[in-house]
């Protein structure tokens, strides 16, 4: 006998600040809470450490440190 692909369950979510939607495999618990990774960003900019050739495709500006 065959065996059956198990599905997996995804779940649409939308960010609150930039208005982005993602799908996860897995339930959030408060998915009010969820942000994009862009919108984290944005709000911790001194937390940025992506190097310098992420930020080049992204079109942001390069700190010279």
Same mark, same amino acid.
């Given at each position: 006998m065959a065996r059956r692909k198990k599905e997996k369950t995804t779940y649409k979510y939308e960010c609150n600040l930039t208005g982005?939607?993602?799908?996860?495999?897995?339930?959030?618990?408060?998915? !009010?809470?969820?942000?994009?990774v862009k919108a984290w960003y !944005?709000?911790?900019?001194?937390? $940025?450490?992506?190097? $310098?050739?992420?930020k080049k495709k992204l079109g942001l500006e390069i700190s010279e440190s």
């Open positions: 982005e939607e993602y799908i996860l495999t897995a339930k959030a618990d408060n998915p !009010e809470e969820l942000m994009s !944005e709000m911790n900019p001194d937390k $940025d450490d992506r190097p $310098d050739d992420v």
